[in-house]
C-alpha cells in the first residue's frame, strides 16, 4: 500500500482538525523530543559543594525517564538561578534535603552528588506519563519542583503534572521562567501559611520587606491585585521601580533616618511580609496592629541551617523552640507569628498566569545567559542586590545545536 493511498485513508477516517492537531503534534514531537536512542543530555551538575567554579557541564547526564504514570517529561528552554541554588551549591540544607531524599527512594543511599540545581523552568512536554490528561505532547508549560529533586538547570526534566501548568501566553520562555519559584514561596507565603485571599487582603495594610528580589516584587503585585495598601522597603536606587509596580508607600533602607520613619509606623500594619529575615526584628514585631489578628510572616526560616548544624534531630528541634518562642512574643499582643515556605503548586500557577496574561503582573528580568555561561549567572545572583531575575536561556545554546548533530547522526 502506497504512503499517498495511507495518508487517504487517515485523512478519510478522522475530521480534518484532528487530522491537522496530529500532524502538528507529531512534527512538534519529532523537532524537540529526544530522538530513539539518544538517552544523554547536558545538564549543569556539581560534584562538590562550594562557589559556581564547582559546576560542571556534564555533556552525557541520563535523560530521566518517566517513573510515575503523572509524570511528563519536559524539554526546558529556559530557568532561572535563585539566591537557593547558590546556597544550595554551597552546601545550604543538604542535611535536611538529602534525608527527604532517602525518604522518598526509600533508602539510606540516596546520593545528593551529582547535585543538579535549578527550580523553576519554562519548557514543552516531550513525553507524558499514561495517567496524563491536561497535558500532550507540544505543549508549553511552566513550573517549579522541590528543592530535593534533581534540577531544572538541564536539557530534559520530570515534572509531575501537580507541579505545572499552561504557560502565560503573553510571556516568552525567557520571562515565563523568572516566575514559578518565587511566586510560589509568595503565593504559599500569603495563601497557605499567612491564611490570606483576595477578600481578606482587600483594604489591608501589608508592610514588605525585601521589596526588590523575586518574591518581594511579585508579592507586592499580587497584594496590589489584590487591593491591599503596600509599604515596601528596598534600597535608594530600586524605590522609582518598586513605586512602578505599584507600592503605596516606599521606605528607603539607607536613608539615616529610616528607623526613626519605621517607628512612626508602630501599630500600622495588619501584615507583614519579610523576606531579609528579621533585620530589624525588635522594630517589626510593633509595626503590626495589636489585638486584630495582624500576622508576621517570614520566609526566612532557621530550619534548614539549623539541620545542617546540629543534624535532623536536634536541628528540628532547636527550630520547633524557636517558633515557639517568637509566637509567644507575638501571641501576647494578639498577634501571630508564621514561617512560610516554598509549596509547588500547579493549580496557584494556573491563577497566576491568568493574572500575568491579563496584564496585572510583569516580569522583571535582570539579565540573560546562554546556557554555557550559566556559571556567570550564578555568580551574579551569589554578589546580591539583584533589580530582576538571571535567567539562563537553553535555545542560544551549543545544548541545542549539540543536540540537533546528535540527532542527525541517530537518524
Ligand atoms: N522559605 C522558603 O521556602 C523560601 C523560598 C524562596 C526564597 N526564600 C528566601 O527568601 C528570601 C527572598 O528570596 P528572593 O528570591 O526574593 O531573594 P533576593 O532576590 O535575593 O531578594 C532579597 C531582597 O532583600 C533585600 N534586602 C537585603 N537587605 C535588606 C534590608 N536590610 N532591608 C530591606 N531589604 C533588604 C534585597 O535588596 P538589596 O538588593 O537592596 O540588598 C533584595 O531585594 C531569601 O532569603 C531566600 O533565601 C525562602
Redesign the pocket.
Known sequence: MGTPYLVFLIKSMYPSHLWKRGVLQTCHFLHSSPRCGMKTMQAWQAFEHGGPEQLQLNPSAPIPTLKNNIDVLVKVHAASV???DV?MLEGYGSAAFNFVRQLNSCSFNAEEFPLQLGRDFSGTVVHIGKSVQNYKIGDEIWGALSPWQNGTHAEYILAPICYISKKPKSLNHIEASSFP??AL?AWSAIKIFGGLCEKSVYGKRVLV????????RFAIQLLKTWGADVTA???TD?IESVQNIGADIVLD?EDPEFKQNLRELNGRFDVILD???G?YPDLTINLLKKWQNSRYIT???PLLKNSDDRGIVLGTLMSAVQASFDTAMSVKDGRTFRW???VPNGCALKSIAKLIDNKQINPMVEAVYKFEEAPKAYEKVSK????GKMIIDFTSSSAESNENKQEQQNV
Do not use: K
Open positions: 535563585n539566591p537557593l546556597r519559584y518565587a514561596t520587606i525585601g521589596a526588590t528580589g523575586g518574591v518581594g522597603i528596598c534600597a530600586a533602607y523576606n531579609v529575615g533585620e520566609v526566612v526560616s512560610a515556605y516554598f546580591g542586590h539583584a533589580r
